[in-house]
């Protein structure tokens, strides 16, 4: 059973943009935060961005503050995370997940109960 989806992975030169999406078919996370994390060939899984369940609160990591915007649909149970100006850094499998609200907008993957499979972004120069 998915219950988290990714799409809108793929190649873009650098300086170009990617909208990853994240679906929760089927089920409604009205009390969880959501977030975006990434893991790169040879590295540790790390934080990009969250979102509380509301949508009113945001964080994000320094390496992406300011090129990426994340933004939730409340009518369609969809995350977006809208990657602008990227740089070959950000070349990585990106994963959406979900942790209960309690956690806040966490920056780790502890808090997070379930997670999509990932979506691969390239990223060239």
């Known amino acids: 059973q998915v219950l988290l989806a990714e799409s809108g992975g793929g190649l873009v030169q650098a300086g170009g943009s990617l909208r990853l999406s994240c679906s929760a078919p089927g089920r409604t996370f009205s009390l969880y935060n959501w977030g975006w994390f990434r893991q790169a060939p040879g590295k540790e899984r790390e934080f990009v961005s969250a979102i509380d369940w509301s949508g009113g609160s945001t964080a994000y990591s320094d390496s992406v503050d300011g090129r990426f915007t994340i933004s939730r649909d409340g009518a369609t149970n969809t995350v977006s995370l809208e990657m602008g100006s990227l740089k070959s850094e950000d070349s990585a499998i990106y994963y959406c997940?979900?942790?209960?609200?309690?956690?806040?907008?966490?920056?780790?993957?502890?808090?997070?109960?379930?997670w999509g499979q990932g979506t691969q972004v390239t990223v060239s120069s």
């Open positions: 997940a979900v942790a209960p609200s309690r956690h806040g907008l966490a920056r780790t993957s502890t808090p997070y109960d379930f």
